[in-house]
């Protein structure tokens, strides 16, 4: 497969379309709009190998521009009765196969809808792709009426259209908010993925980091001893800014909890800087915890291949929470991750009767919600220290930062967890400002690149998909001058990066135990001069002009 | 096209009924074998339909979470939008049903000279609330035709929904709720370009099947009065099983077969909304997966990478980098 051009090159992709936007759909009815693989709107696939690693079947070369993708032979008897076994283990499924109504409540709601106006990304649509090849083999009425009952039989152009449309869509779940049964497209993705992956059709930005996180521990491959000096790296980093030496506490056995976080964290800016938070807080807590570098990684990409798989790789934490004997696990800034442990992580690997309620060994708090999971959010426990004045924060270190907040998909909308960010954020900056009201707490937006799509090859479809969000971002950054885009999700991290680069130039992304760290008065700490981005701390920033107060178009309700 | 062809079939439907009553003397075949074959449909359709939902599991608990959990005692939950436990739930789900809490979320976005906005736009919800109850008091009013007395809930609902007094006999405020209803829901369909590309003939056919039996219902009360005494006889024979058809006009049959097609499509159709919308996981479950264990009937073992296994594969360089063994 040869491209014209390179991902990471300008001309891959035209980023002045991506300011047009048409809703007229076209003149063809959806099913008979052909798929166009678009550079820049498409991932590449998996590698055979990587899928070997794991145990997926039917790896095989070939690319999404291909005529043929070279499908095992008996490809449609294994699509339906891979329909079959799903339409037997999920309710969900096959609810919202039968009682959709197209009432188009949801229309408008998904984020790729928004920035890209393609019908077929309207959810109702996306669920129609697959429901029209269920009513087709799985109805009476469908097998009967065909065309005029909404069915459609299974040809290798349909699942061209599942490939290219199940991947973009980022299980946010902003649609499912909207729908009056609560019709979940996330389930309708996952399922379509599940299918995909029997013929061996995935990509390599989910399936990569899935053997990976198998083998390593973490999506992003790095090896224990790697992961040691990295964290090390940050102590040391720490250390410049605040004159305080670290420790970290690694694979360290008769700690009481296990940190789990996501590997982002450890990589790229700005989430290192989260990462350099967490050493900041837990040293100054003195808390008795440990890293791992066996359950290394917070996040699940299993979430974005297959229930089998989100459990496999989540097995690791209870796993090493045992061979650790920690007594509970805290876990991190993170989106999908908290989708996983507070929906299926103590269905799928629980309950851990080996360990212990968490309760803050600080405030003495026990956090009944996770009785039986045992593990919660960095938000729960820090809010919690905040509301008992546990730690000394001075605020008017990030002065210099006018924050507003971004809820994460899945924080929102598979957990509820909105104040609990909101009270830490307003702890530690005194300038705090609310995006508007429809693109927040559980109406918020993604950030165009979750459940495996944040990669660069699909720039086009993240620019778009990260719009409306980025278009609310900007309006707060031209109403109140807000410069920083807090979000405690590790993908949102990396992604909402470039969707502001390009929305709205000049709002950075900081994850939100960053700041508290950076107003966290250490003991021992010498004048702090530098923040952990090793940038001037009181860097001040002009207020908007007053006469910015309205937007002329936004709404806020 | 897809309107047209459903218009076309509830056309067919009149038609055949004109045909078989007017001009052919068919009353037994649409006044009693139809009726009785339709009721048979719509009863076990629907409960072979909610069996064979129920006989899926529900592996993970799925809930969208629509406001504030429950974790801080300070935090003050969404007890509605995000329950705790099985009676909040059961709060969601009658806000749901009764009220339905989720369109009346709705906001409409607009995009406009590169700015977006997201306005409240409650025009589905008002129809929809309004469509559903006024159908929902059409049927009970419908019940003075199955029972002998009249129970004394439908006298009063069939006198507060006409109270206006105006005409011979009354007219029901519902009936024209649910006509004006039914109509904005197909206009809604029929002139707004996504709609229409979204719409499937399924989405058509039921809205014209209730206009044809809105209408034919008015038409019968109003314009050319149906014998309501001999109606009620005849139903009452349906339901003894001693069925006699009334000896009245093509109109009521066309009615009566309009209805009985509804109850015969129903289970097959979208309209199973109805029984589907409590069995929705993402609503009738609590978010209380970290709090209570909840068991997945499919749930196995898989095959997991231990640590054992990890740590053969980077025992040296763990060693070299001076971090724990298991095994030295």
């Known amino acids: 497969m040869s491209q014209a051009h390179k991902p990471d090159e300008l001309e891959y992709y035209h980023p002045e379309e991506v300011h047009r936007v048409d809703y007229q759909p076209p003149a063809t009815d959806w099913r008979d709009t052909p798929t166009v693989f678009r550079p820049g709107s498409f991932i590449y696939p998996s590698k055979p190998k990587d899928l070997e690693h794991i145990g997926f079947p039917n790896g095989h070369a070939w690319h999404p521009t291909d005529e043929d993708w070279k499908l095992p032979e008996n490809w449609k008897r294994i699509i339906f009765d891979g329909m079959r076994e799903r339409l037997q283990k999920y309710r969900s499924f096959k609810v919202f196969m039968d009682i959709c109504v197209r009432c188009g409540a949801c229309a408008d709601k998904c984020h790729f809808y928004i920035g890209g106006g393609d019908p077929k990304n309207m959810p109702v649509l996306r669920a129609e792709l697959l429901r029209s090849v269920y009513r087709h083999d799985f109805t009476t009425f469908g097998k009967i009426l065909g065309r005029w009952a909404g069915a459609r039989p299974l040809t290798p152009e349909v699942l061209k259209e599942w490939f290219y449309y199940f991947y973009q869509c980022t299980e946010c779940r902003r649609c499912s908010v909207f729908c009056p049964y609560g019709i979940d497209t996330a389930e309708i993705t996952m399922m379509g993925r599940e299918l995909l992956h029997l013929l061996g059709l995935s990509v390599n930005w989910v399936m990569h980091p899935v053997a990976d996180c198998y083998r390593t521990g973490n999506h992003l491959g790095i090896q224990p001893h790697g992961l040691k000096d990295t964290l090390e790296f940050f102590a040391e980093d720490v250390e410049e800014v605040t004159g305080v030496h670290i420790d970290v506490p690694i694979n360290k056995k008769g700690a009481d909890i296990l940190f789990v976080t996501p590997s982002g964290d450890f990589l790229a800016e700005p989430g290192i800087y989260t990462c350099m938070g967490y050493l900041a807080l837990f040293h100054e807590l003195g808390l008795n915890y440990t890293w791992s570098t066996y359950a290394s990684e917070g996040g699940n990409f299993g979430l974005f291949t297959s229930a089998d798989m989100m459990k496999r790789l989540n097995s690791k934490m209870y796993a090493e929470a045992k061979r650790l004997g920690v007594k509970w696990i805290l876990g991190g800034e993170c989106g999908h991750m908290w989708r996983v442990i507070n929906q299926y992580m103590d269905t799928m690997n629980g309950p851990p009767d080996f360990l212990e309620v968490p309760k803050s060994p600080i405030t003495g708090t026990v956090f009944e919600n996770a009785r039986s999971t045992k593990m919660i959010h960095i938000m729960e426990f820090t809010a919690d220290l905040v509301q008992h004045g546990k730690l000394e924060l001075d605020a008017s270190r990030n002065d210099g930062r006018r924050v507003t907040f971004h809820d994460s998909c899945n924080p929102a909308r598979a957990m509820g967890m909105l104040e609990e960010p909101r009270q830490v954020i307003k702890a530690a900056c005194h300038n705090f400002f609310e995006m508007p009201e429809g693109t927040i707490r559980e109406k918020t937006f993604c950030c165009g690149g979750g459940a495996g799509l944040g990669t660069d090859e699909n720039m086009e479809m993240r620019l778009r998909g990260g719009m409306p969000r980025g278009k609310a971002v900007q309006y707060v950054q031209d109403k109140h001058g807000v410069n920083v885009l807090a979000a405690c999700c590790a993908i949102d991290r990396a992604t909402l990066t470039t969707v502001c680069d390009f929305w709205a130039p000049g709002v950075k992304v900081s994850g939100i135990t960053e700041l508290v760290a950076n107003a966290l008065v250490m003991k021992g700490e010498k004048e702090r001069e530098l923040n952990f981005r090793k940038e001037p701390m009181r860097d001040e920033v002009e207020a908007p002009p007053a006469d910015s107060e309205e937007h002329p178009t936004v709404e806020a309700a | ?328």
């Not at chain 2, 899926?56 to 629509?66: A, D, E, G, K, Y």
């Not at chain 2, 014998?227 to 066309?254: C, E, N, R, T």
Request: include cysteine; aromatic fraction near 14%; glycine fraction near 6%.
């Open chain 2, 1 to 328: 096209m897809k309107a047209l062809v459903s218009l076309a079939a509830v056309l067919v439907l009149l038609l055949a009924a004109y045909v078989g009553v007017h001009l052919g003397d068919l009353r037994w075949l649409f006044g009693v074998v139809v009726p009785y074959f339709a009721a048979a449909v719509f009863l076990v359709g629907i409960v072979v339909k909610v069996i064979g939902w129920g006989r899926s599991p529900v592996p993970f608990r799925i809930p969208t979470t629509c406001g504030q959990q429950k974790s801080l005692p300070w935090i003050k939950q969404d007890k509605l939008d995000n329950p705790a436990t099985g009676w909040q739930a059961m709060g969601r789900m009658a806000l749901e049903i009764l009220a339905f809490r989720s369109l009346f979320r709705n906001r409409e976005t607009v995009l406009r000279d590169g700015q977006l906005a997201y306005r409240t736009n409650k025009w589905l919800w008002a129809a929809a609330l309004a469509f559903h109850y006024s159908m929902l008091i059409i049927v009970l009013r419908h019940l003075r035709f199955f029972f002998a007395p009249i129970p004394r809930f439908v006298d009063v609902l069939t006198n507060v929904d006409g109270f206006l007094q105006v005409g011979v006999p009354g007219i029901y405020i519902t009936s024209f709720v649910f006509l004006g209803a039914v109509t904005f829901l197909l206009a809604r369909r029929l002139g707004w370009a996504r709609m229409r590309y979204l719409s499937l003939p399924a989405d058509y056919f039921p809205l014209f099947l209730f206009l044809a039996i809105g209408c034919t219902g008015l038409w019968m009360r109003h314009i050319d009065k149906v014998d309501v005494s001999q109606v009620k006889a005849a139903v009452m024979g349906l339901l003894v099983l001693a069925p006699h058809p009334p000896a009245v006009g093509w109109i009521f049959y066309a009615h009566l077969f309009c209805v009985s097609t509804l109850l015969a499509y129903f289970p097959f159709s979208k309209l199973m909304h109805l029984g589907g919308v409590f069995l929705s996981p993402t609503r009738n479950l609590a978010n209380d997966n970290r709090a209570r264990h909840h068991v997945n009937p499919w749930n196995r073992p898989l095959p997991v990478h231990t640590y054992a296994e990890y740590e053969d594969e980077f025992r040296d360089r763990m060693r070299e980098a001076g971090l724990p063994l298991d095994k030295e």
